[in-house]
């Protein structure tokens, strides 16, 4: 349904539910700052989202063919 759910690590419990600028979702990453970066299949793009945001905060698309795959470096 091109949701992504955002759990608390402490409790587990539901924090946020984001659906703007998902689209085939193929993978996430979570940066140490809560920073959320989700790895979008078509339209082949990178979405970055704040620490409590649910609507993209940026959106990187140059040079990505389908991305799979997300690394973040400390």
Known sequence: DNTVS???E????LERKI??????PTTMA???DGTLYVANSCPSNVVVYAPSGTKPKR?????L??????????
């Not at 402490?10 to 419990?13: P, V």
């Not at 959106?59 to 040079?63: E, F, L, R, V």
């Not at 799979?68 to 470096?73: F, G, H, K, S």
Request: hydrophobic letters at 45%; proline letters at 6%; charged letters at 15%.
């Open 6 to 8: 955002v759990y608390s």
């Open 10 to 13: 402490a409790t587990f419990a």
């Open 19 to 24: 659906s703007k600028g998902i689209a085939c």
């Open 30 to 32: 979570l940066s140490k």
């Open 59 to 63: 959106t990187i698309s140059k040079g």
């Open 65 to 74: 063919d389908g991305p799979v795959a997300i690394a973040i470096a400390p």
